[in-house]
């Protein structure tokens, strides 16, 4: 087991190099100088080659590549052309604001699609399951931003502003700046929404899915014996089925992270969030590279770890399934 | 009239043979219901996509200054109601679809274009050319497609074409993994064999053989992709960077209309509609597909 794991780790550092990479020459083919936006109405072309030459952008593409990764290595991410902020400083400052959105989007999904998928495949092919799968069917088609417009729309504009429609207040103790609010409550308020909007597509996803899996579960031979033997059927379902059942979700909600990232962007745009999502639209728009390098590296990261993980999870769940 | 005992047999036989009805009827309902309800929606869009300039019944970049922000049914013209330079939701809606269907379709097409030959000649040929192929798509699939498109995007320009070329370079990834999927199975099948032992050489094989029995799997997940590339042209839009503005999008529609949100709802709700409703199309009728042509579905 160790040395699978030792073993995958080592595969995410080419995987993550080869991201890495790709970023770096793509942003570096985006028409546009950062340094001309940097300098402004200030530009003078003097100015410009020396801020060229500070930042290493006067070099070949190659060697500002083996820069970074010679910076990378020794935990530097860079610093901002726009904020003169290191990278790695600004990436940990919005980090848990998204950490919060994604892992609270997948409660959302989980806690509408085990509920929703059991009484599906407990009742399949009676109104209750024709329900959830239909709804399912609809939620799998509607965008994050438009249940964010619409959950906008019933909560922050038509109730009296009971949530609010934009902005962040931090989790006691992780706010970055002394100016900044930090309440449990606040941020129940603020996170509810985006969290909501991100994970109904995920909760649709996973229904369909979970359904599908207890369907097969449900007619194994040691689902009828777990019956035989007089269980009742709460623990036949949770314990026997649902365990079981969960195995192809884990991989499909692994998977899910990088979409969740993907729609992170979106919801957080769509609610004003200070998170990573927000730093990395504003990075690509502005053609921060630094900072661009960063989005690019953290999400790379995040999706291959969270297939290790998955991949691992799969021990938990399946006993049977052993890494050598 | 009374029922004699002789007659229950013959009347219980044609209740169980109308019993035997509704339940075939219910269960073909179920099985084409979805596909008739996707491919009508579908064909709808279509329509209303092709014919957007006759069946709009204003122009989408007209402005009327005596209906700015107006509502739904605003002088007698307006029946989705206006933006904020007083131009019709209706017909920018209607030219939308244009925007949203070429780019979903195109960019599927493209996908489909590239990565089915690369998939194909990964799973057939094996070992380094496999290798380098699935890397490459391994390292495309590590990125969201809608971020992958974002950064293309911004890299290219905000176009009609190179949203395609975006949306369409970030779904290959999934063409390859299929299509090298499909392929090593099939690779395995005796008619390859006796193709191969009449001497067809590979590229043959892979045309005349392994693509066309390939076909009904990607033709059904290619349309479940088209309802992901409306889905990320809409993001891309909503996010400023798609097909600029005047040009209507419903992505750019929805994103403009959301600074209005308080006042006019109208703007986003239509035009989220109307994404929501052309990704369940296309939606319903690969998973509807799908079922049809899956033998382990098909009995349930």
């Keep these: ?324 | 009239m009374a029922i004699t005992r002789d007659a229950l047999p013959e009347l219980t036989a044609v209740g169980a043979r109308d019993d035997l009805r509704d339940r075939s009827l219910g269960r073909q309902l179920r099985r084409y219901g979805p596909i008739v309800i996707g491919v009508l929606m579908a064909l709808t869009m279509v329509v209303v996509a092709a014919a957007a300039p006759l069946l709009a019944p204003l122009s989408p970049s007209a402005q009327y200054a005596d209906a700015v922000l107006k509502g739904p049914g605003a002088q007698d013209r307006h029946v989705l109601g206006t933006d904020e330079f007083g131009r019709d939701v209706f017909s920018r809606i209607i030219w939308g679809a244009r925007i949203s269907l070429q780019v979903g379709l195109a960019s599927v097409i493209f996908a489909f274009a590239l990565g089915v030959p690369l998939g194909i000649v990964a799973g057939m040929q094996g070992g380094r050319v496999e290798t380098a192929v699935m890397r490459c798509a391994d390292m495309l699939m590590a990125f969201p497609t809608l971020l992958l498109a974002l950064i293309i995007v911004t890299a290219l320009g905000g176009s009609l074409v190179n949203e395609i070329l975006a949306i369409g370079v970030a779904l290959t990834p999934n063409f390859v993994r299929l299509a090298r999927s499909l392929a090593l199975t099939i690779r395995e099948q005796d008619y390859i064999l006796a193709a191969r032992a009449l001497g067809g050489g590979q590229l043959r094989i892979m045309a005349r053989h392994v693509f066309p029995n390939a076909l009904y799997a990607l033709v059904v997940v290619a349309t479940l992709y088209i309802a992901t590339a409306i889905r990320t042209e809409a993001g891309l839009s909503f996010l400023g960077l798609g097909i600029p503005p005047p040009t209507p999008s419903w992505g750019n529609i929805l994103s403009e209309g959301r600074q209005y949100i308080k006042c006019c709802p109208w703007i986003t709700t239509f035009s989220g509609l109307a994404i929501m409703l052309a990704v369940l199309a296309f939606n319903l009728v690969g998973d509807a597909l799908r079922d049809l042509l899956d033998p382990r579905l098909r009995g349930e």
């Design chain 1, 1 to 324: 087991m160790r040395v699978y794991v030792l073993r995958r780790l080592l595969g995410i550092v080419p995987t993550v190099l080869m991201i890495t990479f790709v970023v770096f020459v793509m942003m570096r083919s985006v028409p546009g100088d950062p340094v001309v936006a940097l300098l402004g109405d200030a530009y003078d072309e003097q100015d410009a080659i020396k801020v060229r030459a500070s930042y290493g952008l006067d070099q070949p593409i190659l060697v500002q590549y083996a820069i970074w990764l010679g910076k990378l290595a020794r935990g530097d991410w860079g610093v901002s052309y726009m904020t003169g902020r290191p990278v790695l400083k600004d990436v940990l400052v919005r980090l848990p604001v998204t950490l919060e959105l994604i892992v609270l989007s997948m409660a959302v999904a989980l806690a509408i699609a085990v509920p929703a998928a059991i009484i599906g495949a407990l009742r399949q092919n009676t109104w209750a399951d024709y329900t959830a799968t239909t709804i399912a069917m609809i939620g799998v088609s509607i965008p994050e931003f438009f249940i964010g417009v619409l959950l906008l729309l019933v909560f922050s504009i038509g109730l009296g502003g009971l949530l609010p429609s934009s902005g962040w207040t931090y989790l006691p103790g992780t706010c970055p700046t002394m100016v900044c609010g930090a309440s449990l409550w606040g941020n129940a308020q603020h996170v509810l929404l985006p969290a909501i909007a991100l994970g109904v597509g995920r909760a649709a996803i996973l229904t369909r899915l979970l359904r599908a899996s207890m369907l097969e579960v449900i007619r194994t031979e040691y689902v009828t014996t777990a019956r035989a033997k007089g269980l009742s059927e709460r623990p036949v379902v949770l314990k026997h089925a649902l365990k079981n059942a969960l195995i192809p979700t884990v991989t499909v909600m692994g998977l899910q992270v990088g979409f969740l990232i993907g729609g992170a962007i979106v919801v957080e745009t769509l609610f004003a969030m200070p998170g990573l999502g927000t730093f990395g639209i504003d990075a690509i728009i502005a053609r921060d590279y630094q900072q661009v390098q960063g989005f690019a590296l953290l999400t790379a990261l995040a999706f291959v770890v969270m297939n290790l993980v998955v991949d691992l999870t799969y021990t938990f769940l399946d006993p049977r399934i052993r890494y050598a």
